[in-house]
């Protein structure tokens, strides 16, 4: 793999594409600068390298050109970010932009407008491609919550730089941890998803009952295995059209000597509400009228023991309704006992949406070995998919 490590970038121009698309509040301020804070260590390096840093990306959905999309909203974040003085030119493509770029001098800082303002980035139009190419010496791709888009600054570009492209620091650090847990992984590997439904993580099953020891499941999913297997799920979220599929799965597991564990019991609740009246219930025994909205007690016990066991945990999903202090106990027991493994020496990666808003909630960010920054790009590469924007590079 790639890296910028492997480049000096002394006199040279460096094509960041990064992933700048931050939330912005009424008046244009960024809200959350974790994502320019994560690009921070590439363009340091570098900039102390003695090159020059010419930042690429999106912010949001623009239709053409609207202002309120306009990445000039960031600029003064960005530089407050890096404690450097950041420059900017209002068009990614031609003349302006190439001229910017032509004033900068080494150790200096230029973002481009919001790439998306033409059409030709998401539809990876390739003379809009070289266009961008013509920009950089040395394209870096560091934008790992785009890398499943096979976009004109994701991938395309990489073509025009046919041996000087790389992949930013934190673009291979994401690559890595997922390498941990799915090519060079310590066992047992223990993968734990959650979240709200089974068809959205089928794919990730899929994958990794080739590369696990144990799958543990929770979450609102838990309900279509255990309806599958005959029991009495009550209100709890189920998709019917789903059973058939748990069964597979399971029957799959039981091939390739993988352990399944699910809930034994659950946090039952009379309605969807932290207002709910709640008991501890078997979680194949609930009744009509109430739903399962977080693991029991005795199912913590043995998910905790399972994950003390483990030497790779990777974790995708709640485990309950989090959201909703009274069903988040589950889901804090489940992350402290990943972050106990974690300190006894197993590696754990929590990823996809949900479980990183988890994480973060519970003050457990420090605790785990490493948190994905990207939600659809980190799921696509579970599914066992090959990213556009990693091959772009390792070709
Ligand atoms: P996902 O995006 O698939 O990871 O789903 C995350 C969502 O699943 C969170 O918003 C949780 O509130 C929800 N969830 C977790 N457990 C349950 C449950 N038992 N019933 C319904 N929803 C759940």
């Not at 709640?318 to 489940?334: N, S």
């Amino acid at each position: 793999m790639k890296t910028i490590k492997d480049f000096n970038f002394k006199d040279q121009k460096a094509l960041i594409r990064v992933d700048f698309n931050v939330p912005l509040n009424e008046q244009f301020q960024v809200t959350d600068a974790n994502r320019i804070e994560a690009a921070k260590p590439t363009i340091l390096k570098i900039l102390n390298d003695g090159g020059k840093v010419i930042l690429m990306s999106h912010l949001g959905r623009p239709k053409g050109i609207q202002e309120k999309y306009s990445l000039n909203h960031i600029v003064a974040k960005v530089a407050d970010v890096l404690g450097k003085p950041v420059k900017f030119v209002d068009d990614c493509i031609g003349k302006k932009a190439e001229t910017a770029v032509n004033q900068l001098k080494n150790g200096e800082v230029l973002l481009l407008e919001n790439l998306r303002f033409y059409e030709e980035e998401e539809e990876g139009d390739l003379q809009f491609s070289e266009k961008l190419s013509k920009l950089g010496d040395i394209y870096v791709n560091d934008a790992f919550g785009t890398a499943h888009r096979a976009h004109a600054s994701t991938t395309i570009v990489a073509k025009f730089f046919p041996t000087a492209k790389c992949f930013g620091l934190l673009m291979a650090a994401e690559i890595e941890s997922i390498n941990k847990v799915l090519k060079e992984s310590k066992k047992p590997v223990t993968a734990i998803l959650g979240g709200a439904k089974v068809s959205s993580k089928i794919g990730i099953i899929e994958n990794i009952l080739d590369k696990v020891d144990n799958i543990i499941i929770g979450g609102g999913m838990t309900f279509t295995f255990i309806k599958a297997m005959s029991g009495k799920v009550g209100n709890s979220l189920v998709e019917d059209d789903k059973l058939e599929l748990a069964l597979e799965i399971m029957e799959k597991a039981k091939q390739k000597n993988v352990r399944i564990y699910l809930p034994i019991d659950a946090i039952i609740a009379d309605s969807f509400s932290n207002d709910a009246q709640i008991r501890i219930e078997d979680v194949n025994n609930i009744p009509d009228g109430w739903m399962g909205l977080d693991v029991g007690p005795k199912t913590n016990v043995g998910f905790s023991f399972v994950i003390a066991q483990s030497k790779t945990i990777l974790w995708n999903g709640p485990v309950g309704v989090f959201e909703m202090p009274k069903f988040a106990k589950g889901t804090i027991e489940l992350g402290n006992a990943i972050a106990e493994a974690t300190e006894d020496g197993a590696f754990s990666l929590v990823g996809g949406g949900d479980s990183v808003a988890a994480v973060k909630q519970f003050k457990l960010e420090k605790k785990v070995s490493y948190v994905s920054t990207g939600g659809g790009a980190m799921l696509e590469m579970l599914e066992g998919r090959v990213l556009p924007g990693i091959e772009a590079i390792n070709n």
